[in-house]
């Protein structure tokens, strides 16, 4: 066999491999069920949801990359709850191949998720066995070695390659009629404008790529574009609490983001009124630029303007979050959980916005000046959690 044969082969083995992966999990957790729910459950991303034990729903998601299960599935929460993300990474560091094996990785989750809040784990749990899916790879394989070339073409055609259009990699479905009503509905909740950034920017990666020319990689894009499809679908977004765009020609690992509600309660609150009538300005402005590694390092953010007194905001507006760095960052995290994160620690710092302050200050290589030395500084004594009393 050709190596280009054998990784056609390997390539049908693993998709039959997942296709029975999420058959199986689909038929353990149903939409309906009590505690855990799967969603949605695509070739490409599954959806679940977390029945805690004051019956709050926690969504989470798992994308999977071409390359699965030889690469692991990457895990994130629009939960805030500290615990769940805490899980989720310790997920996206299993570590071994075998543990990547997504029916493995849900038993864990799930297993955790109750022990964390004392519940007993659901009996389905014992449904999720990797045997029969290891059957029909192993099964698939031995086919393909048998060489029925006809055959095997036609499961070679089924696998991830074979499609032109990249965008029908994700309407794969295990339950077609369901999960096309999910995708409607939230397509909805974005509206035509903003689905129409996301084909733009899909379009843009498929030329780059084309061209030899990608930006960043495949694993960081494909979790920035969810990101930002999640983003457009949220609450906090639609109403205006903050606001993204993305920075030079779509560019998705450059972001622009005007913060616009705070703690009616702060200074700050007060200060953005001032704002609007001294300056016309009614947001802080922030930038957050993402690596090649994400979601397995931290984005860099700093505000760009106004300038700002406390608040935790360093020289050139850095930000002094021990969450922005590799220390205290997880892959779990989303950046909707983030960009509210920083909201509500301007706030706990008592930031005050410097009105007729020179911008001139605020520069990009300054605040990476100061950041890492805060990094340096911290990495040598630790980072001081304040009191509650202070804010």
């Given at each position: ?23 199986t ?33 926690n ?64 009996p ?7 045997a ?98 999640e ?13 993204v ?18 703690d ?10 001032q ?45 002094c ?5 590799t ?6 995290y989303s ?12 706030v ?11 911008q ?7 605040a ?22 202070d804010?």
């Amino acid at each position: 066999m050709t190596s280009q044969g054998a990784q056609s082969s390997s390539s049908s083995s693993n998709f039959t491999l997942l296709r029975e992966e999420l058959k199986t999990l689909k038929n353990a957790f149903p939409k309906d069920h009590s505690r855990f729910r799967v969603v949605l459950a695509t070739i490409d991303e599954v959806v679940l949801v977390f029945i805690g034990k004051r019956n709050d729903s926690n969504v989470i998601h798992c994308i999977l990359s071409e390359s699965y299960p030889s690469t692991p599935p990457m895990w994130f929460s629009e939960s805030d709850d500290v615990a769940i993300s805490k899980i989720l990474d310790l997920l996206g560091k299993s570590g071994t191949a075998g543990n990547n094996v997504l029916l493995i990785q849900v038993k864990q989750l799930l297993t955790e998720l109750c022990a964390d809040q004392k519940l007993n784990v659901p009996p389905e749990v014992s449904l999720l066995s990797v045997a029969t899916s290891r059957e029909l790879e192993d099964e698939a394989i031995g086919s393909s070695e048998e060489g029925n070339s006809d055959n095997d073409q036609d499961s070679n055609d089924i696998n991830r390659h074979s499609c032109d259009d990249a965008d029908t990699m994700g309407l794969v479905m295990v339950d077609d009629l369901p999960d096309k009503e999910l995708k409607k509905k939230e397509d909805e909740e974005i509206g035509t404008e903003k689905l129409a950034v996301l084909e733009r920017i899909k379009h843009r990666q498929r030329k780059d790529y084309q061209d030899g020319a990608p930006c960043g990689t495949v694993q960081a894009s494909d979790r920035l574009m969810k990101e930002l499809r999640e983003i457009y679908r949220s609450t906090h977004y639609r109403n205006k609490v903050y606001d993204v765009e993305l920075a030079n020609d779509d560019n998705l690992y450059d972001w622009n983001i005007r913060l616009y509600k705070f703690d009616p309660d702060s200074h700050l609150a007060k200060d953005m009124l001032q704002l609007k009538a001294k300056e016309n300005q009614d947001y802080i402005f922030l930038n957050m630029t993402f690596k090649d590694n994400f979601p397995f390092a931290p984005p860099f953010v700093r505000i760009v303007h106004p300038m700002v007194n406390g608040g935790y905001v360093l020289g050139g507006g850095a930000i002094c979050m021990e969450l922005l760095t590799t220390q205290g960052w997880s892959s779990a995290y989303s950046v909707e959980s983030l960009v509210l994160q920083i909201s509500a620690t301007l706030v706990k710092g008592k930031a005050r916005i410097q009105f007729g302050a020179s911008q001139g200050k605020y520069t990009l290589p300054r605040a990476q000046q100061a950041f890492r030395s805060l990094v340096q500084i911290h990495e040598k004594r630790g980072w001081y959690t304040p009191p509650k009393e202070d804010g």
